[in-house]
């Protein structure tokens, strides 16, 4: 499961015909994979959460602190719409971004949507040590994962493409399954 330039049908080399917005859980890989994702590619990978604290200049658990989960998600959908608005790329959003309608117009309109859909206990097992995830500072992490992961399942489920990640899968081999994901939906991986 190398990397090089993908190709259409194993065949044609192919170039990327629309933006690629990852969504899913905190701990999904939508990071990780992205950026092997746009490396196998040849395009740009962004981050939406990364592109929020370098305008801002803090973390993103400062902003929630100072102004609160409202104002986040308002500088987080005029990011995302900026970024769609770009050259096509790799684009890695935080776990709540897709749960905004306005968020998921955007990308339907201007790009792909993949659900890396982690189940909970990998999720669990991948942020249980991190003390970056604001909205698992709470007496019962574990507890509050799994209230957003039933929460939210129902709307990531609305993606355009869902890629199942496994506890023995390497990045590599995610973002293979990702590249076959899209080579299968016409129009996303176009023949050079």
Excluded: H
Excluded at 125 to 154: I, Q
Excluded at 173 to 178: D, I, L, P, Q
């Amino acid at each position: 499961m190398g990397g090089g330039v993908p190709t259409v049908a194993g065949k044609k080399p192919a170039t990327l015909g629309r933006t690629v917005v990852l969504v899913g859980m905190m701990g999904a890989g939508k990071t990780a994979v992205g950026k092997a994702l746009a490396a196998r590619l040849g395009v740009p990978f962004r981050d939406s959460d990364a592109e929020i604290e370098a305008a801002a200049a803090m973390s993103i658990a400062e902003i929630f602190a100072r102004d609160g989960e409202t104002f986040f998600r308002a500088r987080e959908t005029e990011v995302i719409g900026r970024l769609l608005s770009g050259r096509t790329c790799v684009l890695s959003t935080g776990g709540g971004a897709f749960l905004q309608a306005r968020n998921r117009e955007l990308i339907a309109e201007r790009g792909v949507s993949v659900w890396l859909n982690a189940d909970l206990q990998l999720l669990w097992s991948r942020v249980k040590n991190k003390d970056t995830r604001p909205l698992l500072r709470t007496p019962d992490p574990y507890g509050t994962l799994r209230a957003l992961y039933e929460a939210r399942t129902p709307i990531y489920a609305k993606a355009d493409i869902e890629v199942c990640p496994q506890p023995g899968y390497t990045i590599e081999t995610m973002t293979t399954r990702v590249i076959e994901a899209l080579a299968a939906r016409p129009g996303i991986l176009e023949p050079t």
